[in-house]
Every structure is written in structure tokens, then in C-alpha cells.
């Protein structure tokens, strides 16, 4: 029996039975080798090899400068900018709750950590202004995605390292499609708000409130311009950007907003390198994963198949979304990607797809996973922060899923909205 049967049959056995997805990769691999009589140290050098990448590095600096914004009051007054410019208009909470998102996922990187922060504060307020619970916790589940687009991302970082190209092209390559899908999710807030009735909260902020929102908030909102304008200035890499942000952060929470305390350090570091650990061992266990698929010439394989089924080339990328948005709903993002990169640079080469591009539309797919059943992170951690059961979350989410289906197809169909800006 070969190894890439071994390989596929037991992965399929260990996701259907429950095991969590970076030991199912694993373990599916081990025992791969086994069968192959292949050395086991194959194992830790391909683990290794996985991670082994300077550009990796800006994980945890992204995911540490997130948690820092959190405890440091940013992302507070990054929502009070939000709703002092937009809160009146009708639908205007929800419409906060996406423009914050999107300031947020500038700094971030990561979807749940979006939901979480934006989450917290919004949804108590969406309620006290009338907003419905169950929208509310669908509205910041979905929101999520935008932190993922949106550079900087820390999927983006991992797409690029392995399809070996810039990190900084594609992250200029998600500037329009995270502009894009704000807007939509902002028009599909306002419908939903004009349909159930949700009342405006408020006038229109005078023009000296939204001046100390702005001059509150301005030291949070110079921190994306920092990160991109350090990247494309030639300042720093992606990397050393990230590091630069966390130190800003720091400063900025300590000494400017001052809501930063010494004690709260411990739990910031602990749940950055939580998240970090979670990441590297995916990407590791990944790494050795798909190396034995290459070497069984499965990624070959596949593409052949794949595009056996049409000549068509919008016929090809239409079922590649399909195929990517079944595998993000149901599997963890950085998990597929490693496994399927060498698959879907295999397609994107064989229709004449730009890298950055398929990069992007790839991202994106993954990104949207993240508000699927049955997965979807952001919905999980939407049900954490408003005690809504999971499938209602999921069921109010669906309009806003549908909206950024449709910015996926634009920007699939459309290379200006990925390319313009490289």
C-alpha cells in the first residue's frame, strides 16, 4: 500500500472520528512514513523546515501588537472614531461595528481576534440601542473576515512564504477587497436595519465631538499607517514592521491612553504565545503533510484532475472558489493552505493566473471559512462573547456570508481590484 493512500485514508478517519485537525495531519503522516519504511527523522526535520522562516516571524508580533490594543484602550477609541463619523445614520451601530473592524483588522491580522475585540464592545451597545441579539452576534462573527483581508494578515504572511512570493505585494493586493467587503457588509447592515426597524441612536455628532473622537483615537488610527507606510516606504519588512507596532503599542497604552498596566503583561504574553504555539505546530505538522504528498506526486495529480473538468478558464475559477469554500468550512485555514499549496499554484500557473492574485482570492476564501459551519471560528467566539447558540448566529449570518461571496467573485473575476495597487 502506498504511502499516499495511507496518507489519505487515515487523515479522513481521524478528521471524521473528531481528532483535532494539527494531530490528524500529524498522525496521518507518522503513520504514512511507517508504511513507507521512510526515516522517521523525516519527521522533525520537515516540522522544522515548515517553520524555519524570518517572515514567519511577523506572526507573533501582529498577534502580540492585537492583544496589546485590547488591554491598551486602541481599539475602544478606534470604535468611538467610527461612531462619532457613522453612528446616526440608520443602522448606524452595525455600521461602526464594520468600520472599527476594519480599522482593527489593519492592525491585527486575525479574524477571531477582530470578532473578539469588536465584539465585546459593540454587542452590549447594539442591544442597548434595540439591535436584536441574534443579529448583533452575527453581524461581529462576520466582521471577523475583515481582519484576515485587510493587511496586515497573518494568513497572507504564511501564503506568501510558502508560494515564495512578496509578502508586501499581497498585502497591497487585499487594500480594495477588504474596502470592498466593508461596503457591502455596511449596505447589508443598513437593509437588515431599515427592515427590522432598528431605531438611529442619536443625531448627527457636532463637529467639536467628532474633533475629540478624531484627536482621542489618533494615536490608535496612526497605527496602521505605521505598519504599511513602514513596509511600502522601504523603512522596514513586514517583519520588523511588526515589531515596530508593538513597541508603538506599548508606548501608546503605558504613557499616552494609560489604561496599560504592568500586570496585565503576563496575560497578554500568555495568550500570544498560545496563539503563536497554535500556529507553528499547525504549520509544522502541515509542512510534513504535504511534503509526502509531493513526493507521492499527489498535487499533480489533482490539478490534472481538477482541470480535466472544464477548458474553461472562469469556468476552472468558479469551481475553484467552490472547492475552497467547502475545504475553509471545513477545515482550519492554515492548515489548508500548507496542504494544498502546491495543488492550487499548480492550477493558478496552469490557467495563467497572476500569483499575487490567486494569492489574494485564496486568502479570501479562507478568510470566509472563518463564518461557515461547520467551523467558522467567528462564530464561535460571537456565541463565547453573547451566550447565542451557535446555529442561530450561523442562520442570521447567512446575508452577510452571501455579501462576501459576492465581493469574492468581483475580485476572482476582476484582477483590477487585486493588482491595481502593485
Not at 492550477?347 to 461547520?374: C, E, H, K, R, Y
Request: aromatic fraction near 10%; charge should be neutral; include cysteine.
Amino acid at each position: 500500500m502506498s504511502m499516499g493512500i495511507v496518507l489519505g485514508v487515515c487523515f479522513v478517519v481521524f478528521f471524521v472520528i473528531g481528532l483535532p485537525l494539527p494531530f490528524a495531519i500529524a498522525l496521518s503522516s507518522v503513520l504514512a512514513l511507517l508504511v513507507g519504511d521512510m526515516p522517521l527523522v523525516l519527521i522533525a526535520q520537515r516540522m522544522y523546515m515548515g517553520t524555519d522562516s524570518f517572515p514567519m516571524l511577523a506572526i507573533p508580533f501582529f498577534v502580540l501588537s492585537g492583544e496589546i490594543m485590547l488591554k491598551g484602550g486602541l481599539s475602544k477609541r478606534l470604535i468611538q472614531v467610527a461612531n462619532s463619523l457613522i453612528g446616526h445614520l440608520t443602522g448606524g451601530l452595525a455600521m461602526t461595528s464594520v468600520a472599527s473592524a476594519a480599522f482593527f483588522g489593519a492592525i491585527s491580522g486575525s479574524a477571531p481576534a477582530t470578532t473578539a475585540s469588536i465584539g465585546s464592545i459593540m454587542v452590549p451597545e447594539m442591544k442597548k440601542a434595540g439591535y436584536d441579539e441574534d443579529f448583533s452576534a452575527a453581524l461581529v462573527a462576520s466582521v471577523g473576515p475583515l481582519g484576515q483581508i485587510i493587511p496586515p494578515s497573518i494568513p497572507m504572511v504564511l501564503w506568501a512564504t510558502m508560494a515564495g512570493i512578496s509578502v508586501s505585494d499581497l498585502f497591497l493586493a487585499g487594500v480594495f477587497p477588504g474596502i470592498l467587503m466593508a461596503l457591502a457588509l455596511c449596505i447589508c447592515s443598513y437593509i437588515i436595519a431599515k427592515r427590522r426597524g432598528f431605531r438611529r441612536v442619536g443625531k448627527r455628532a457636532p463637529a467639536h465631538e467628532v474633533f475629540h473622537a478624531l484627536k482621542e483615537g489618533i494615536w490608535a488610527l496612526l497605527m496602521p499607517v505605521i505598519i504599511l507606510g513602514s513596509i511600502y516606504g522601504g523603512v522596514c519588512s513586514p517583519t520588523e514592521a511588526g515589531g515596530v507596532v508593538c513597541f508603538y503599542a506599548l508606548f501608546v497604552g503605558f504613557f499616552i491612553y494609560r489604561e496599560l498596566k504592568i500586570k496585565d503583561m503576563m496575560g497578554i504574553l500568555i495568550n500570544t504565545v498560545k496563539t503563536t504555539a497554535m500556529v507553528v505546530f499547525m504549520v509544522g505538522c502541515a509542512n510534513l503533510f504535504g511534503w509526502i504528498m509531493a513526493s507521492e506526486q499527489l498535487p499533480a495529480k489533482m490539478v490534472s484532475g481538477f482541470l480535466s473538468v472544464s477548458g474553461n478558464k472562469f469556468v476552472i475559477l468558479f469551481l475553484l472558489n467552490v472547492a475552497l469554500l467547502i475545504t475553509g468550512a471545513l477545515m482550519d485555514n492554515i492548515s489548508a493552505m500548507t496542504i494544498l499549496c502546491a495543488v492550487l499554484t499548480g492550477i493558478g500557473s496552469a490557467v495563467g493566473m497572476d500569483p499575487i492574485q490567486l494569492g489574494a482570492i485564496i486568502v479570501i476564501n479562507f478568510a470566509i471559512g472563518n463564518i461557515t459551519p461547520p467551523v467558522g471560528y467567528t462564530l464561535y467566539v460571537a456565541a463565547g462573547i453573547t451566550g447565542q447558540p451557535f446555529e442561530r448566529i450561523a442562520k442570521n449570518a447567512m446575508p452577510m456570508l452571501l455579501c462576501e461571496i459576492l465581493v469574492l467573485l468581483i475580485i476572482t473575476y476582476i484582477p483590477f481590484f487585486t493588482l491595481a495597487l502593485i
